[in-house]
């Protein structure tokens, strides 16, 4: 069973076109990143969320946490090329203070953006 | 600037042989996790490691895999006997307490080791 659910899994659209991205789980996070990986990379870290309802902007990205801490989502405006990549988010399920090592990833979107 | 180094970066080797991956973590980073990328099963936890201690293990076949952190500058993990299940992509990641105990904790990533087992 995947505690964080990726919806979808691969994306191939048009540069300057705009696209959302999804994270679901049943579970509740006590905070949610977002990384993106390129081929032959490992993932790097994009943003943290850690208030229900919160909001993020990261130049064209836009990161949301639900209220309920149990999902988050990305959008990006305007796409480029040189956001094509692997969208992994990963959900930290322990308290505030606990241990760094309960990050559960989700399998990924595939961002293909054409020029 | 500081990153997170892994050797080798591609690992060809025959099913029953050992493999050895190390990590350099980055200087002062005090937590150091190792994780398995594959296509079916995305990216999963293998072990961590706080101040060199490992906490948790959980997430590796404790028959034939081993991690370790000998100092504080390398990681190892060991596959011995290796198997074909067991080609994937192996990431170190490394990261440090925020200060005041922040929730936001980032993990730094290695570029990984490609791992394939004939």
Known sequence: TQLLEQSPQFLSIQEGENLTVYCNSSSVFSSLQWYRQEPGEGPVLLVTVVTGGEVKKLKRLTFQFGDARKDSSLHITAAQPGDTGLYLCAGNRQRYGGSQGNLIFGKGTKLSVKP | ?118
């Not at chain 2, 398995?36 to 099963?41: A, E, S």
Request: hydrophobic share 35%; aromatic share 8%; proline share 7%.
């Open chain 2, 1 to 118: 600037d500081a990153r997170v180094t892994q050797t080798p970066r591609d690992k060809v080797t025959e099913m029953g042989q050992e493999v050895t991956m190390r990590c350099q973590p980055i200087l002062g980073h005090n937590t150091v996790f190792w994780y398995r990328q594959t296509m079916m099963q995305g990216l999963e936890l293998l072990a961590y490691f706080r101040n060199r201690a490992p906490l948790d293990d959980s997430g590796m076949p404790k028959d034939r895999f081993s991690a370790e952190m000998p100092d504080a500058t390398l990681a190892t993990l060991k596959i011995q006997p290796s198997e074909p299940r067991d080609s994937a992509v192996y990431f170190c990641a490394s990261g440090s307490r925020l200060a005041g105990g922040s929730k936001s904790d980032e993990q730094f990533f290695g570029p990984g080791t490609r791992l394939t087992v004939l």
